[in-house]
């Protein structure tokens, strides 16, 4: 399975973003996806997760209240509205698909990942 993200750029605090990743394949409804985010000098961190029927959702205290992850099964992509950006959400952010069950936090948990988009937030 490939992923494609897009949506990423240049934000003044404050401001929102909304970031997509399109899967390849006809299976898409059949992983649970994740998005990730690395800041340089980081390690990559979880943001948020969305189960394979959108139904259940689950987030990183740092974005709880101002990111939302959502999915549309029909056009194989996955989305996260962000609102209230920060500084320090400024990062490079992935979208990753797994097959597993549960919330998964983990970048271990995870078989596929995007290339990542660039979100940098000015003050």
């Known amino acids: 399975v490939q992923l494609v993200e897009s949506g990423g750029g240049l934000v003044q605090a404050g401001g929102s973003l909304i970031l997509s990743c399109v899967v390849s394949g006809r299976t898409f409804s059949s992983y649970a996806m994740g998005w990730f985010r690395q800041a340089p000098g980081k390690e990559r961190e979880f943001v948020a997760h969305?189960?394979?029927?959108?139904?259940?959702?689950y987030y990183a205290d740092s974005v709880e209240g101002r990111f939302t992850i959502s999915r549309d099964n029909a056009k194989n992509t996955v989305y996260l509205q962000m609102n209230s950006l920060k500084r320090d959400d400024t990062a490079v952010y992935y979208c990753?698909?797994?097959?597993?069950?549960?919330?998964?936090?983990?970048?271990?948990?995870?078989?596929?990942w995007g290339q990542g988009t660039q979100v940098t937030v000015s003050s």
């Open positions: 990753a698909a797994s097959k597993r069950y549960g919330t998964l936090v983990h970048t271990t948990a995870y078989d596929s």
């Open positions: 969305i189960s394979r029927s959108g139904e259940g959702t």
